[in-house]
């Protein structure tokens, strides 16, 4: 499997990254403002992520995803190490990163990762999106920060 930033010109994988973000509004402006890299196996794109730059030294691991037939192998993981690898080759001090409050496997990989959670970011799905929406039986409505010092 090869990561790789997005080709001049090559679209970015829309199905995939609204697997992370349910809004194609914000989606679109992500992969505007940041860098797309993808993972690719036997010439078929399988995962996704963005990395944004927020601030002075400070950028955002902004959209991940895994295709679902691909999931729970180990892919996640790699594109996560990837991010922070590119964070780093591009001297940002900072990488942030940020989830729901029902996102326990997410939230579990991060930390694996060395995240470590710095804040909570309450009502930010009841503000920012326009329907409710559910995961692992509960209603997402809190984001949960975390940031690792590169
Ligand atoms: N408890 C403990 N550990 C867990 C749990 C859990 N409930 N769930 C997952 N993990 C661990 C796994 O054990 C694994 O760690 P390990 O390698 O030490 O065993 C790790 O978390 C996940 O491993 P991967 O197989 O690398 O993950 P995967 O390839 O499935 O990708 C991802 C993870 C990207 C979250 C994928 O499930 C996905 O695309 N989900 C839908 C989209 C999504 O929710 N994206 C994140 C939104 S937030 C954001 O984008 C910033
Ligand atoms: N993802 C999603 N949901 C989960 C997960 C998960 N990884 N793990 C548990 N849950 C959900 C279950 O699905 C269930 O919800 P549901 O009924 O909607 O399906 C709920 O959490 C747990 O259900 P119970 O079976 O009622 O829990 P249990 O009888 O196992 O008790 C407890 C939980 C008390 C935490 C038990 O596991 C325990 O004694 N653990 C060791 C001691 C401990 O850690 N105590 C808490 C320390 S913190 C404190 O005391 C304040």
């Not at 955002?60 to 192998?73: P, R, Y």
């Not at 190490?81 to 964070?87: G, K, L, S, V, Y």
């Not at 470590?116 to 970011?121: A, K, L, Q, V, Y």
Request: hydrophobic residues 40%; contains cysteine; aromatic residues 8%.
């Amino acid at each position: 499997m090869e990561i790789r930033a997005l080709h001049t010109g090559e679209q970015p994988p829309t199905g995939l990254l609204l697997l992370a973000d349910p809004s194609p509004k914000l989606v679109e402006d992500y992969v505007a403002r940041g860098q797309c890299f993808v993972a690719e196996a036997d010439q078929q794109v399988v995962g996704v992520y963005v990395l944004l730059p927020t601030r002075p030294e400070t950028a955002e691991l902004v959209n991940i995803a895994v295709n679902e037939e691909f999931q729970g192998q180990g892919i996640g993981k790699q594109l996560v190490n990837h991010a922070i690898q590119e964070a780093k080759r591009l001297r940002f001090k900072t990488l942030e990163i940020g989830t729901g409050n029902s996102s326990i496997g997410q939230l579990a990989l991060y930390q694996k990762c060395g995240f470590r959670i710095t804040g909570i970011d309450r009502d930010f799905f009841i503000r920012h999106y326009s329907e409710e929406i559910y995961e692992n039986g509960m209603q997402v409505v809190d984001m949960i920060r975390l940031s690792q010092d590169l």
